[in-house]
């Protein structure tokens, strides 16, 4: 009886390791998941004010949602080109600020074949973005797509040279 039961001990702990170690290389040949928009542009370096500000508006958990969104977004150099007097403003003012940051959301995935083939792009603030395509150029409203089509899970993002003001 001994080395049945021996039989049956070593079985299951071949069974167990050999579950183990495929489950371990299964584990190593999943990839990982995307980031959202929120995390991938914070983990990119150019949108530091970009996600303070997204912060500071309370728009963070709604840009880490399901989406999906599109996000045209200002590095820190658009950024520096804005008076201080109105990054003041909007810091203070979270109402203008979300109205501001949601002029730079549209709703749903659109990549960059999708944008140029519109004039214009509603955004999550009520208004409209203007599209024009100019040779090899892109913009949305007055500032030009400097990078296009960054995927993150809840959506794509495009880089942009300038911040949008709405009207």
């Given at each position: 009886m001994r080395p049945i039961r021996t039989i049956i001990a070593a079985a299951l702990v071949t069974a167990v390791a050999v579950w183990a170690l495929s489950a371990g290389a299964?584990?190593?040949?999943?990839?990982?998941?995307?980031p959202t928009i929120?995390?991938?542009?914070?983990?990119?370096?150019?949108?530091?004010t970009l996600t303070a500000l997204v912060k500071r508006a309370r728009l963070a958990k709604t840009l880490e949602g399901k989406g999906p969104y599109t996000v045209f977004a200002p590095t820190d150099a658009a950024f520096a080109k804005v008076p201080k007097a109105t990054l003041a403003r909007l810091a203070r003012n979270k109402a203008a600020l979300r109205s501001v940051l949601l002029y730079h959301v549209a709703k749903g995935a659109l990549t960059a074949a999708q944008v140029t083939k519109r004039h214009s792009v509603p955004t999550l603030n009520g208004q409209r973005l203007t599209i024009r395509v100019r040779g090899s150029n892109v913009f949305v409203g007055r500032a030009r797509v400097v990078t296009p089509d960054v995927t993150a899970s809840n959506g794509v993002i495009h880089v942009i040279n300038k911040v949008l003001i709405p009207h």
């Amino acid at each position: 009886m001994r080395p049945i039961r021996t039989i049956i001990a070593a079985a299951l702990v071949t069974a167990v390791a050999v579950w183990a170690l495929s489950a371990g290389a299964a584990a190593q040949t999943t990839p990982a998941s995307t980031p959202t928009i929120v995390e991938t542009a914070a983990s990119n370096g150019n949108f530091t004010t970009l996600t303070a500000l997204v912060k500071r508006a309370r728009l963070a958990k709604t840009l880490e949602g399901k989406g999906p969104y599109t996000v045209f977004a200002p590095t820190d150099a658009a950024f520096a080109k804005v008076p201080k007097a109105t990054l003041a403003r909007l810091a203070r003012n979270k109402a203008a600020l979300r109205s501001v940051l949601l002029y730079h959301v549209a709703k749903g995935a659109l990549t960059a074949a999708q944008v140029t083939k519109r004039h214009s792009v509603p955004t999550l603030n009520g208004q409209r973005l203007t599209i024009r395509v100019r040779g090899s150029n892109v913009f949305v409203g007055r500032a030009r797509v400097v990078t296009p089509d960054v995927t993150a899970s809840n959506g794509v993002i495009h880089v942009i040279n300038k911040v949008l003001i709405p009207h």
